[in-house]
């Protein structure tokens, strides 16, 4: 059931919603990268130290589902004391997009399953706006390689994150030499190792 407030509604809804668009794959790439679908309030959210990425994301639900009212928050990390943005999206879009394939609830302990399309994308212009939000959102620069790296829990014998799978796949697609994914970090957190 959907919430009837003001705040969860959608004026002029777009239809049909199209995700193989270059908003649609930015959008994806954002919501599996550094955002997620709520386990039981299935509202998408987004998270950010960048204002600019969180509006740029804002708009891209916009232009994707239709137009609504949203308020990107401020918040303070305890931990590292460092400001970030947070968005929350209408109820209305989880449920459409758990509808058609999104796993909701923590990635760290889930392993989310991935939209199918997403692995048979041919157009690079695609591929590239999906995997530039990747690397902005999970992307990191070492000594001698460009990478991007996921948290997830440690399970006996569990496969690499299929979000870091995807993201191999299409880099592949482009002609990219990708080695992993691979174990970098073992540390301890609220749901394990």
Do not use: W
């Not at 809804?13 to 386990?39: A, C, Q, V, W």
């Not at 302990?109 to 692995?119: A, S, V």
């Not at 870091?164 to 992993?180: A, M, S, Y």
Request: proline letters at 3%; a positive charge.
């Amino acid at each position: 059931k959907c919430s009837g407030s003001n705040s969860d509604k959608i004026y002029n809804p777009k239809f049909p919603i199209k995700l193989n668009t270059k908003e649609g794959m930015r959008f994806i790439s954002n919501l599996y990268h550094d955002g997620g679908i709520g386990e039981i309030n299935r509202q998408p959210q987004y998270t950010n130290r960048s204002f600019k990425e969180v509006q740029e994301f804002l708009k891209d639900a916009q232009r994707l589902f239709g137009r609504f009212n949203r308020e990107i928050k401020s918040r303070i990390s305890k931990l590292s004391k460092r400001e970030y943005f947070v968005i929350n999206l209408p109820t209305v879009i989880g449920v459409i997009l758990i509808s058609i394939g999104y796993t909701s609830g923590d990635k760290t302990k889930n392993n989310l399953e991935t939209f199918k399309f997403l692995g048979s994308i041919k157009s690079n212009i695609l591929i590239r706006e999906y995997l530039k939000k990747a690397f902005n959102d999970d992307g990191y620069v070492g000594e001698r390689c460009i990478g991007l790296a996921q948290a997830s829990l440690i399970k006996d014998k569990e496969k690499p994150a299929n979000i870091l799978i995807l993201d191999k796949i299409l880099l592949e697609k482009l002609g990219i030499k990708v080695h992993g994914p691979m174990l970098r970090k073992r540390y301890q957190n609220r749901h394990g190792l």
